[in-house]
C-alpha cells in the first residue's frame, strides 16, 4: 500500500506485514513515512544537551537536560524518586472540548520531570540516559562504564574517551563501533584488538596500524608486515605532532577506509533480517544496532525486544510501537520514557505502571488518564471516549499537520528543542528548516564563552603542563564555519579536564582542536546513516542483491556475505 506522508510529502509503502501489526496493536495506519516518524520520537530524547540549573524542590544546584525557566518543575534525582511529592495531585478532569493533545501539553506544564535519566550512578553527575556509571563524564545512553568521557553508547567499558558504539572496551580513545578491544586508537568496526591505531574492520589483531580486514595478524602497518623494531619507530612517529596526527586521521578515511572491503551489512547469526549493526536476531526488518530482537521493524538502539515496530533505545520487552525508552514493558504505545510498563498509551517519565493514558510521572500506579486515578470499568470506557474524539477532531500543529489517535506527541509539544536532542545527530537540519517546520530551536550563540586561547596556539603535548587546564579554547569548528558548527551543536569553547589530559600524556596524543560536541557529531557522521538502499554485490560475476546503508553513490566496494567471507577470513 502507497501513501503520502503528510509531513515530507514523499510517498512510503505500507508492506502487508506492517498492515497485520497495526491489527495486532488495534492502532491506525500512520500518516508520517517511517522516516519523519523516527525524527519525531528523536526530538522527545535529549541526551547530551546540559546545563545547570536549581532543584524546584530541594533548591540545590544540580545538572540538567532541562534548561532553567521551563513551564514544569525539574527534581534532582533523590527528590524526583521521594515520596516528598505525589503525581497525582497534579491529576485533571479530561475536557471532551478540548483536544487530547492540547490537554497533554497543560499537564506536561505543571508536572515535575526528572533532571536527568540516571541509575546507580558514582561520581558521573555529567551523564544522562546512563546506568550504572561510575567516575565517567559527558557519557549518554551508555551503562556499566568506568571512567570514561565524552561517550555515546557504551556498554562495559572502562578508561574510553571520545568514543561512540563501543562494548566491553578498554583503554581506546577515539574508536567507532568497535568491541573488546584494548588499547585501539582511531579505529572502526574491530574486534579482540589489542595495542594498535588506525584499523577498519579488524579482527584479533595485534600491534597494527593503518589496516583494514585483517584477522589474526600481528605487527602489520598498510596491511603488510613489519619488525617489532620498524613499528615502534613508525608509531613514535605518528602522533608525535598535531600537523602529523591530522595527516594520518586523513589517511585512514580517505585510503584505508576505502580501500578496505564491505560486508553489505553488519551483523552475525541472524535469520531474515535487513540494516546494519544487527545480531543474533530473527526476523528484524530496518533496524539498526538490534541484539537479539525477533520480529520488529524500524528499530534503532533495541535490545531483546519482540514483537515491535517504531522504537528507540529499547532495552526488554514486546508489543511496543512509537515509543522511546520503554525497557521491560509490554503492550506500550506512543510512550516516552519508562521501565516495567503494562498497557500504557501517551505516557511519559513513568515507572512500573499499567493501564494508563495521557499521564506524566507516575509511579507504581493503574488506571490513570491524565495523572487522574479511576475505577477499572470506567478508565475502559473514558478511554475508548477519548480515542474516538482524538479520530474525530485532530489536533492540528503550527504548520497544519493533523495529529489523529495513532500518531506519537507533535514535535512542537516537546520540552526540548530540536537542535537539543537526537533528532539533531540522526537528522540534522539547520535553524531556517527548523523554523520553517515550526520546530523549536536553541541557538548555541546564546552561550557567552570568552575564549582565553585559540586551537591555534595549542603546544604539542610534550610540551603541556597543567596550566592548560585553566585555558577556555577557541573551537577549531567555530572559528572556521559557524554555520556548520551551529548544526553540529558546537559549544564554541571548551576546557580539557584533569583525566582527560592524562589520558592524552598516556598515548602521547595531540590536544584536541575542537569540542566534545563537535568531535561526536564527526565521529557519528564517520557512520553508515540510517536508511537502506537495494544493491548488487560489487563483485565480478556475483549477481547476489541485498538491502544495504551503503548508498549507491558511496566510494566503499560492497560485498554480499558469501562474497566477503571468501575475500575475508
Not at 501539553?105 to 541509575?119: C, G, R
Not at 568514543?163 to 579505529?187: A, G, L, M, R
Not at 582527560?500 to 568531535?519: D, G, S, V
Request: with cysteine.
Amino acid at each position: 500500500m502507497k501513501k503520502i506522508c503528510q509531513n515530507c510529502k514523499i510517498d512510503f509503502t505500507i508492506e502487508p506485514d506492517d498492515l497485520l501489526f497495526y491489527e495486532k496493536m488495534k492502532v491506525p495506519q500512520p500518516t508520517f513515512c517511517w522516516k519523519c516518524r523516527f525524527a519525531r520520537r528523536l526530538a522527545w530524547r535529549n541526551e547530551r544537551s546540559l546545563y545547570k540549573r536549581t532543584c524546584d524542590l530541594c533548591k540545590k544546584e544540580m545538572i540538567s537536560m532541562y534548561k532553567a525557566g521551563t513551564t514544569f518543575p525539574v527534581y534532582c534525582h533523590d527528590c524526583w524518586w521521594s515520596d516528598n511529592w505525589s503525581p497525582i495531585e497534579y491529576g485533571k478532569d479530561y475536557d471532551f472540548s478540548k483536544s487530547f493533545f492540547e490537554q497533554f501539553k497543560s499537564l506536561q506544564d505543571i508536572v515535575p520531570k526528572p533532571a536527568l535519566y540516571e541509575s546507580a550512578n558514582t561520581n558521573s553527575e555529567y551523564c544522562n540516559h546512563t546506568a550504572h556509571m561510575k567516575d565517567s563524564y559527558l557519557i549518554f545512553g551508555s551503562w556499566f562504564s568506568e571512567n570514561c568521557g565524552y561517550g555515546q553508547t557504551l556498554s562495559e567499558c572502562k578508561d574510553c574517551w571520545d568514543s561512540i558504539f563501543i562494548k566491553k572496551c578498554e583503554f581506546c580513545f577515539s574508536s567507532t563501533d568497535c568491541t573488546s578491544c584494548n588499547e585501539t586508537h582511531f579505529s572502526q568496526e574491530c574486534t579482540n584488538c589489542v595495542s594498535s591505531a588506525f584499523l577498519y574492520d579488524c579482527r584479533n589483531c595485534q600491534n597494527c596500524m593503518f589496516s583494514y580486514n585483517l584477522r589474526n595478524k600481528s605487527y602489520h602497518i598498510f596491511n603488510k608486515p613489519v619488525s617489532k623494531e620498524e613499528y615502534e619507530k613508525i608509531k613514535s612517529e605518528t602522533f608525535g605532532s598535531y600537523p602529523s596526527f591530522k595527516e594520518n586521521l586523513a589517511i585512514f578515511k580517505e585510503t584505508i577506509k576505502q580501500k578496505a572491503l564491505h560486508k553489505f551489512m553488519a551483523g552475525e547469526q541472524n535469520y531474515d533480517v535487513s540494516g546494519n549493526f544487527i545480531y543474533n536476531c530473527k526476523n528484524v526488518h530496518n533496524s539498526f544496532l538490534a541484539y537479539e530482537g525477533e520480529n520488529t521493524k524500524y528499530v534503532v538502539r533495541g535490545f531483546k525486544q519482540k514483537d515491535s515496530m517504531d522504537i528507540f533505545g529499547v532495552n526488554g520487552g514486546q508489543l511496543a510501537y512509537d515509543s522511546n525508552n520503554v525497557d521491560f514493558s509490554s503492550n506500550v504505545l506512543f510512550c516516552i520514557n519508562g521501565e516495567n510498563n503494562l498497557n500504557t498509551e501517551y505516557v511519559a517519565d513513568s515507572f512500573n505502571v499499567k493501564n494508563v493514558f495521557g499521564s506524566i510521572s507516575l509511579r507504581k500506579k493503574e488506571y490513570c488518564i491524565l495523572n487522574k486515578k479511576y475505577a477499572k470499568e470506567e478508565y475502559e470506557k473514558f478511554v475508548l471516549k477519548i480515542k474516538q474524539q482524538m479520530k474525530d477532531t485532530p489536533y492540528t500543529d503550527k504548520k497544519g499537520r493533523e495529529y489523529s489517535y495513532g500518531e506519537l506527541f507533535p514535535i512542537e509539544l516537546a520540552p526540548f528543542c530540536y537542535n537539543e536532542t537526537l533528532a539533531q545527530e540522526y537528522l540534522p537540519i539547520a535553524r531556517e528548516e527548523a523554523e520553517k517546520e515550526c520546530y523549536p530551536w536553541y541557538d548555541v550563540e546564546d552561550k557567552n564563552y570568552i575564549p582565553s586561547k585559540s586551537w591555534k596556539d595549542l603546544p604539542e603535548i610534550k610540551g603541556v603542563d597543567d596550566s592548560i587546564l585553566s585555558e577556555i579554547i577557541l573551537c577549531e569548528a567555530w572559528d572556521k564555519d559557524k554555520e556548520l558548527a551551529k548544526k553540529h551543536k558546537c559549544t564554541k569553547a571548551f576546557k580539557i579536564t584533569e583525566n582527560e589530559l592524562a589520558i592524552y600524556k598516556r598515548w602521547n596524543l595531540p590536544l584536541p582542536r575542537k569540542c566534545p560536541n563537535t568531535r561526536n557529531f564527526e565521529l557519528f557522521e564517520s557512520r553508515n546513516p540510517i536508511e537502506l538502499w537495494h544493491r548488487r554485490c560489487m563483485r565480478d560475476g556475483c549477481e547476489n542483491e541485498f538491502e544495504t546503508s551503503y548508498s549507491p553513490d558511496s566510494p566503499e566496494v560492497v560485498y554480499c556475505e558469501n562474497c566477503y567471507k571468501q575475500e575475508v577470513s
